[in-house]
């Protein structure tokens, strides 16, 4: 009798549910109307806290809650004055790159104030009328930029809708599914696996789904941009996820459609479409994210190395892409 | 326990012994001369500079980058002279037995 492969059966015993470093890349922090000239408030993202700032001219920035004089939290206490955020506990200053501006005391200034940034801070911009970071684990320069998303950033598309979901998992197993096709016929219902292509481009992945139907790119970990087209009709979703902590992450999406006149058939394509990406559409057989996508998410274990079959997406070439957003760390044998 | 001949700011000198394996700086400061040492070794204060006598500039390991960066800062307020040092990167040991140092002006 052949003997039985014992760790095919105890494995799971020692599985993590999520194993991964937070990821490099440009990641969404808030809607850019939400924070006004001069407000500070404290973040959480990226597994740790951060504080979150604009400055009297309308810069942003985002920085580690602790000063590097004696380290108390400028997040609680701190303000904002004119260009720069301030300690509360001896009022040094810092811009938003994090370089010291002002310390109102002392007659000598430490060499490395004038040397280097000494508060960390992280890259940050707006794009699409929201705020964005650029997370690297030693604090490197962004590798790459935000895309043009014309559907978000010129006239003649409809202002966004949006939606937010806490979800218990890291990115990397979010987007995963994004190359799990059979999974799409057996949890969403679809009618049957669809036909998909992908591609692997430096930090990108292309996905084109069921010929067309779905057609988008991953920019990294931290943005997704798709179009779902319907009968000639297409409505753009994007996606920004954000790591808050190794095994919590925040999904979020904008949906948006060229502008159509009320009343018009059109109009009432564009929105069954979003309102299919999301949940259940009338007469759709299949389901969204929404409703059947969670429960696997928030109970799921990584598998690092998965038994998968002949009709399985191509998840091991996602994976092996995905390493490039580990920097440093992609000998982990748990990713 | 090496001796280290001390020259204060009021041009008193003294001899001042031990602190052997510890940074010149504690030794100073802790005799009262006027040394501060404020940020404890990391050169970002300017507090604990002295003047190395001439004949033990050669001896003592050269400056860090930090170090120098510190003393170029000070040079905007204080007499700089090629002996300037800052004391706590000046780790005493037997081999400087009989260091001869002046204590630098407050900055």
Not at chain 1, 109 to 119: H, R
Not at chain 1, 223 to 245: C, D, K, R, W
Not at chain 1, 265 to 278: G, Q, R, S, T, Y
Request: net charge negative.
């Amino acid at each position: 009798m052949a003997t039985i492969n014992l760790k095919m059966l105890l494995e799971s015993q020692s599985l993590e549910r999520c194993p991964f470093p937070i990821p490099t890349g440009w990641f969404f922090v808030d809607y850019s109307e939400s924070l006004k000239a001069g407000e500070l408030r404290n973040v959480e993202l990226f597994d740790q806290e951060w504080v979150l700032f604009r400055t009297e001219s309308g810069k942003v920035g985002l920085t580690d809650p602790y000063c590097p004089h004696l380290g108390a939290h400028i997040g609680h206490g701190g303000a904002v004055v004119g260009e720069h955020i301030r300690c509360p506990f001896h009022h040094w200053e810092y811009d938003t790159a994090g370089w010291c501006k002002h310390i109102p005391y002392g007659k000598l200034t430490p060499p490395i104030v004038k040397k280097q940034a000494i508060l960390r801070t992280l890259p940050a911009q707006e794009r699409y009328g929201l705020i964005w970071a650029w997370y690297h684990p030693a604090c490197e320069e962004p590798s790459w930029d935000l895309p043009a998303i014309p559907q978000l950033e010129t006239p003649g598309f409809v202002e966004p809708r949006r939606g937010t979901w806490p979800v218990n998992t890291a990115i990397q197993e979010i987007a995963e599914n994004g190359v799990d096709f059979a999974h799409l016929k057996f949890l969403h219902g679809a009618p049957g696996i669809p036909p998909a292509e992908v591609n692997f481009e430096d930090h990108i992945i292309h996905i084109d789904m069921a010929g067309g139907y779905i057609v988008g790119k991953g920019y990294g970990p931290g943005l997704n941009v798709f179009h779902f087209t319907q009968e000639g009709i297409t409505a753009t979703m994007i996606s920004y996820t954000q790591p808050i902590t190794a095994e919590r992450s925040q999904m979020n999406m904008s949906f948006t459609h060229a502008e159509y006149p009320e009343g018009s058939k059109e109009l009432v394509m564009a929105k069954k479409i979003v309102d299919h990406m999301i949940g259940q559409a009338d007469g759709e057989d299949s389901a969204g994210f929404e409703s059947v996508d969670f429960i696997v998410w928030n109970n799921k274990k990584y598998r690092p190395n998965p038994l998968l079959c002949d009709g399985d997406g191509p998840i091991l070439r996602y994976r092996e892409w995905f390493k490039q957003f580990y920097s440093g760390q992609e000998q982990l044998e748990t990713i | 326990m090496p001796d280290v001949r001390v020259t204060g700011r009021d041009g008193q000198e003294e001899t001042l012994q031990g602190g052997e394996g510890r940074p010149l700086m504690e030794l100073l400061r802790d005799a009262g001369t006027g040394v501060d040492g404020t940020c404890g070794g990391m050169c970002s204060c300017g507090t604990c500079h002295v003047y190395v006598a001439n004949e033990w500039i050669d001896r003592l390991p050269p400056r860090s980058e930090d170090e120098t960066l510190m003393l170029e800062a000070l040079a905007e307020v204080v007499e700089l002279r090629p002996g300037s040092r800052l004391s706590c990167q000046i780790e005493l040991s037997e081999a400087l037995q009989g260091l001869a140092v002046e204590v630098a002006p407050d900055a």
